[in-house]
């Protein structure tokens, strides 16, 4: 345990004293956890000087390439980020990935990083998707299958690699969300909202020109256990009872017998945000056992009677997709087929348990959002249950005859160090007491300072210099992106392709 590597497990750095270092920091990632760990460094240690890698050209993460683009007030954290990167102690290292299997040919070896810097952070996310693990998931003939809806976020928010991303949003007129979670409703907003009203935000061009042509006009999201355990929050739900036209579907029967029964009034009652969250659906939502409304109030934003509905459904769990089915009489494209399922246990910790019911859903596309992983990084120990860098307070530790080890000078931050979990502040919190470890380790010399004649030969020697994007190249990006934007009356209009953004830095 952590008594007895000689640190307590969670401490924080005084927050009045100030750490006059000569310290060299590495972090792998430019994304919210990189970006606050460095923040939170420099604001204790003002003389560390910080490196930050980043494979893309692009920093920010997820801030830039997941937050929803009708959410700008989710983005202001921007502004902290590009004051992180204009100090003079900072330096800026995108377009370089760090030890990374790829034929890229400017990855750095995360040891040879290590052998020059006093310190490295593992700041860099999670970039891969839980999977379904269900027959036809992966497609058949020119099908693609359950498509991942990260990657369907990183389409329509300009991530380059996901730009060519295969999307049928015209052969069917629904499509099926597998997950109950913030991204899943993120998902089921964007492909309801009128495209019009999304050009004004900063989604692609692309992404628009795509959802203008969309046929979709049915959105189904399901779970497999009930109400009481959706993972989304009362604010993303509100978004949708605001869609003009929009109907909101839901087994009410259900809803109403989980919320009023006993043990749901007990769960209810020990939680506000539920519960408030519960009477929202109750106040908007159109019961799926009748063809009728409850009443004119709930028919969707304005009381004006839906031509796109959104339907949750519970008690599902996916088994297989088929293709080219016919349904009702109609060809679909795809249908997706679950199992009923049934609770068992209280409603804090119940268990869904498949019955042999069958329900199948047509649609002409289907996404799975049940989760992010980290994957791991060439020379660092990896937790491949928990798809996480071992850590206890952010410093990373390595599996010896039985007991857990420190890795010196070596830590770790944001999702690759607590899993996929929480919003941006909650990364902020994390970084910071990440930061700490490090400011600790710092005063009490437990790493070293590193050499910066050693690191500038060291990453010259890699050929790092003639492919890296510096924070003046991605401000010079980001000014080109605004003035695109204020063109087309949008905050900014992103570019979506490295060798174009490579091209604007360069000129």
């Known amino acids: 345990n952590s008594s007895k590597l000689g640190f307590p497990a969670f401490a924080s750095f005084s927050t009045t004293r100030q750490l006059a270092t000569d310290h060299n920091i590495a972090i792998v990632g430019g994304g919210a956890a990189g970006l606050y760990t460095a923040s939170r460094i420099l604001s204790k240690s003002p003389t560390t000087r910080i490196d930050i890698f980043e494979q893309l050209p692009t920093p920010q993460g997820l801030v830039r390439y997941g937050v929803a683009p009708d959410h700008p007030e989710v983005k202001n954290c921007t502004t902290k980020f590009n004051q992180v990167l204009q100090n003079p102690q900072v330096q800026f290292y995108g377009n370089i990935p760090v030890g990374t299997e790829s034929d890229h040919e400017c990855s750095v070896p995360l040891e040879r990083l290590r052998s020059v810097y006093g310190g490295v952070v593992l700041a860099y996310g999670a970039s891969r998707d839980r999977k379904l693990g269900i027959e036809g998931e992966d497609g058949c003939g020119s099908r693609v299958g359950v498509v991942s809806a990260r990657l369907f976020v990183a389409w329509y928010n300009g991530l380059p690699e996901a730009q060519d991303v295969q999307l049928d949003l015209d052969s069917f007129d629904r499509v099926v969300i597998v997950g109950h979670g913030n991204v899943a409703l993120d998902c089921a907003r964007i492909l309801l909202t009128d495209p019009n009203d999304l050009a004004r935000t900063d989604i692609t061009k692309r992404a628009v020109a795509a959802l203008r042509k969309s046929n979709v006009r049915h959105v189904e999201m399901v779970g497999r256990r009930g109400p009481l355990q959706v993972s989304f929050t009362t604010k993303e739900l509100r978004e949708m009872t605001k869609l003009p036209g929009l109907e909101i579907i839901c087994d009410r029967r259900l809803l109403e017998s989980e919320c009023a029964g006993e043990k749901g009034r007990r769960v209810l009652e020990a939680s506000r945000p539920l519960k408030r969250m519960m009477d929202l659906l109750l106040k908007h939502s159109v019961d799926s056992n009748s063809p009728k409304p409850i009443n004119e109030n709930e028919l969707g934003a304005g009381g004006v009677k839906g031509n796109k509905t959104f339907t949750l459904r519970f008690l599902l769990s996916p088994l297989r997709v088929l293709y080219n089915q016919v349904e009702e009489g109609l060809k679909a494209p795809q249908v997706m087929q679950f199992a009923v399922n049934r609770l068992s246990g209280p409603p804090e910790s119940a268990r869904a ?154 000129q």
């Open 353 to 506: 348990e498949a019955t042999s019911e069958i329900v199948d859903i047509a649609c002409c596309m289907a996404l799975r959002s049940i989760g992010y992983a980290s994957t791991p990084l060439v020379g660092a120990p990896f937790d491949h249950k928990r798809n996480i860098v071992p850590n206890i307070a952010g410093r990373v530790t390595v599996d010896q005859n039985d007991r857990n080890d420190l890795v010196p000078g070596l830590y770790v931050s944001g999702w690759v160090k607590r899993g996929p979990v929480g919003v941006i502040a909650t990364t902020m919190q994390d970084a910071y007491r990440t930061a700490d470890a490090v400011l600790m380790d710092m005063r009490d010399g437990n790493i070293g300072t590193g050499c910066r004649a050693d690191i500038d030969n060291t990453l010259r020697s890699l050929g790092v210099d003639a492919r890296r994007v510096s924070t003046e190249g991605w401000l010079r990006l980001e000014a080109y992106e605004a003035a695109r934007g204020e063109k087309a009356g949008k905050p900014r209009e992103k570019v979506t392709s490295v060798e174009e953004m490579l091209n604007i830095i360069n």
